[in-house]
T-cell receptor
Framework: NAGVMQNPRHLVRRRGQEARLRCSPMKGHSHVYWYRQLPEEGLKFMVY????????ESGMPKERFSAEFPKEGPSILRIQQVVRGDSAAYFC?????????????FGNGTRLTVT | AQKITQTQPGMFVQEKEAVTLDCTYDTSDPSYGLFWYKQPSSGEMIFLIYQGSYDQQNATEGRYSLNFQKARKSANLVISASQLGDSAMYFC?????????????FGSGTRLLVRP
């Protein structure tokens, strides 16, 4: 039973380029969360999605960042016109529905470096 | 206001000894869940243990136990018989409400170093 799959594992972008991060949740999980982790810091919530719906985007920057979880295919976190401050580890997590005691299952993260 | 507070940026422990990592939380919701995760240097997030706000007993999972003091709003992680492989960052997290659709809020973490 595959876990949460994130790709790529490492991504290097020049300032001004676009970054696209992908996440496939665990089988049977319909909730997807994206978190950002700066070096030596904790995980900061960005967005929570279900299929075709953004449920909570309270942690998303207002500009340049967007997320989707289409009916078919992985969830995508998209960062347009990247800046050096976007360099971080981006983690995707998933959970099953209706299980309040269920932890979030995390992928291995995508480490974005903006040069 | 800080929802989850981990006041120990770094901790040392001697191999085979026990160590307690502190976590306090703030919520007005009567239903909540508390989680601990381990993040080794390789970077992945590993779930360790869960405590629900209505659970009568402290949670235990192998060498991990949770010292849950509801009135004090603390949920400290106890690791017994420390091993070198326990060296990692440890994060406390909280879910407000008992619906799995609620996000986890993380603390800033504690870096644990186990000395041989």
């Amino acid at each position: 039973n595959a876990g949460v799959m994130q790709n790529p594992r490492h991504l290097v972008r020049r300032r001004g380029q676009e970054a696209r991060l992908r996440c496939s949740p665990m089988k049977g999980h319909s909730h997807v969360y994206w978190y950002r982790q700066l070096p030596e810091e904790g995980l900061k919530f960005m967005v929570y999605l279900q299929k075709e719906n953004i449920i909570d985007e309270s942690g998303m920057p207002k500009e340049r960042f967007s997320a989707e979880f289409p009916k078919e295919g992985p969830s995508i976190l998209r960062i347009q016109q990247v800046v050096r401050g976007d360099s971080a580890a981006y983690f995707c997590a998933s959970s099953p529905p209706n299980r309040g005691d269920s932890p979030l299952h995390f992928g291995n993260g995508t480490r974005l470096t903006v040069t | 206001a800080q929802k989850i507070t981990q006041t120990q940026p770094g901790m040392f422990v001697q191999e085979k000894e026990a160590v307690t990592l502190d976590c306090t939380y703030d919520t007005s919701d009567p239903s909540y869940g508390l989680f601990w995760y381990k993040q080794p240097s390789s970077g992945e997030m590993i779930f360790l243990i869960y405590q629900g706000s209505y659970d009568q007993q402290n949670a235990t999972e192998g060498r991990y136990s949770l010292n849950f003091q509801k009135a004090r709003k603390s949920a400290n992680l106890v690791i017994s018989a420390s091993q070198l492989g326990d060296s990692a960052m440890y994060f406390c997290a909280m879910r407000e409400g008992m619906d799995s659709s609620y996000k986890l809020i993380f603390g800033s973490g504690t870096r644990l170093l186990v000395r041989p």
